[in-house]
């Protein structure tokens, strides 16, 4: 299955929380909780604490049309 697209991710622990960026743009919480179980997590908690402290200029590689 060849590569449809790229996304770049980036996971920032704020004072506030933890805030997920796709290509810039903040997700809202349900966007995270589908991303999570799209990359295999329980819900979007377990995979921020897996990531602990967070991430920054990774990559999503995606197998289908999906884009977030």
Do not use: S, V
């Not at 996304?7 to 743009?25: A, L, V």
């Amino acid at each position: 299955i060849p590569c449809q697209l790229t996304q770049r991710i980036d996971i920032y622990e704020t004072g506030d929380g933890t805030e997920i960026f796709i290509d810039g743009r903040c997700l809202d919480e349900n966007e995270a909780e589908l991303l999570a179980k799209n990359d295999g997590f329980e819900d979007a908690e377990d995979m921020l604490n897996w990531f602990n402290g967070g991430i920054e200029d990774w990559k999503i590689i995606h197998w289908t049309d999906l884009k977030y």
